[in-house]
């Protein structure tokens, strides 16, 4: 998008790159009520900013998406409202939404030039007028400031800024998903005395109650899920009728289709081996060297306990891409030198 058809707050938020919105996110996260401090480090790893531009940048967009295997959702255009419902912060949406809006539509440059501060700005005046603590705010608020950059402000202000949970869960307090996030199930009367076959609860959407699979101890996720034979091809196309609602192509860590964001319970997953390590950073999904991450391949993650997942709207191999691409530029720089 040319600078001239952007507004001063689009451009002041489009000189922000990925690694300036790690620092902002870095700085932020302490300030996230614990109840969406994993849920807003997995969105922003659903939706980087180095998959846009690479996009933006490419010469043919749709032959770089097969080339990538790129499937899903990967762009927020079209998901303005709806890619964050899995924070508690979804339910202040609409005041986020018209909060960061009536920034981006001003002709004047913001006065303050600290991003970090402008998020906690929105988050301290959504707040106050919907009576609730701050921390509560400050992750949707930083997605909304995300979703702006990302889409631009056309596309921003024309979705309809609606909460898209039922009444029902929208009642749910912080400490109530806390709680039920840490909850193990019961083994019954007896179930101290069993041992490998104890049976879990996986969620994978916790704004609907059908949204649920058992899992037998020590389990890959992966497998759990197939156990579930609803058909999930209209939820997700990328599913398959005998897989369940985790799309899988394979089980093996090689295709990577199967990872997942995990919002509770990452302690009760056995540690990344050197494989699954290996493919997450291939895939671009994410870059640690953490042993209980919050992106996992649900193929290889095998459970203790109860866990609250949540599937990414797309997968595919961009992080090979932008490897090959930051391998380039490295070259092209020491060929100057």
């Known amino acids: ?9 689009e451009v002041f938020l489009n000189q922000h790159d990925a690694e300036a919105w790690e620092r902002v996110l870095s700085d932020l996260l302490p300030q996230v009520h614990e109840v969406d401090r994993n849920a807003t480090r997995i969105w922003f790893h659903f939706f980087p900013l180095e998959l846009l531009r690479v996009f933006q940048q490419a010469e043919d967009p749709e032959k770089l998406a097969r080339e990538l295997e790129m499937r899903g959702n990967f762009f927020l255009h079209e998901q303005v409202d ?37 998020i906690r ?16 705010v400050v992750g949707v608020a930083a997605v909304a400031f995300m979703t702006l950059q ?14 898209h949970i039922d009444e029902q869960h929208a009642r749910r307090t912080p400490e109530q998903i806390l709680r039920a996030r840490a909850r ?23 704004n609907k109650d059908d949204r649920r699979f058992k899992l037998v101890n020590m389990q890959e996720i992966a497998s759990a899920a197939a156990t579930d034979k609803r058909d999930w ?47 997450i950073k291939e895939m671009g999904y994410i870059d ?11 193929c290889q993650a095998q459970s203790t306990g109860a866990v609250s997942i949540v599937i990414p709207p797309w997968n595919g191999f961009f992080g090979k891409y932008l490897r090959r691409l930051r391998e380039e530029q490295s070259r092209e720089v020491e060929s100057v030198k």
Request: proline share 6%; with cysteine.
């Open 150 to 163: 990302q889409v631009g402000l056309a596309a921003f202000r024309a979705a309809p800024g609606k909460v």
């Open 233 to 279: 091809t209209s939820v997700d196309p990328r599913c398959t009728v005998d897989e369940g609602p985790i799309p899988v192509q394979c089980r093996s860590a090689s295709c990577g289709t199967c990872w997942v964001g995990v919002l509770g319970g990452a302690e009760k997953l056995t540690p990344v081996a050197a494989r699954e390590a290996r493919k």
């Open 82 to 118: 709806t890619s964050h419902v899995f924070l508690y912060g979804h339910r202040f949406w609409p005041d986020v939404k018209k909060e960061v809006e009536a920034l981006a539509s001003a002709q004047a440059a913001p006065a303050n030039l600290l991003l970090g501060s402008q």
């Open 184 to 206: 193990d199930d019961s083994q019954g009367v007896l179930g101290f005395l069993r041992t490998n076959d104890k049976r879990w609860t996986v969620v994978w959407d916790e």
């Open 121 to 136: 700005d929105v988050a301290e005046r959504v707040a106050a007028a919907r009576k609730v603590e701050r921390s509560l």
């Open 1 to 9: 998008m040319s600078t001239d058809t952007q507004t001063p707050f």
């Open 288 to 298: 640690t060297d953490e042993t209980h991450p919050l992106i996992r391949l649900s």
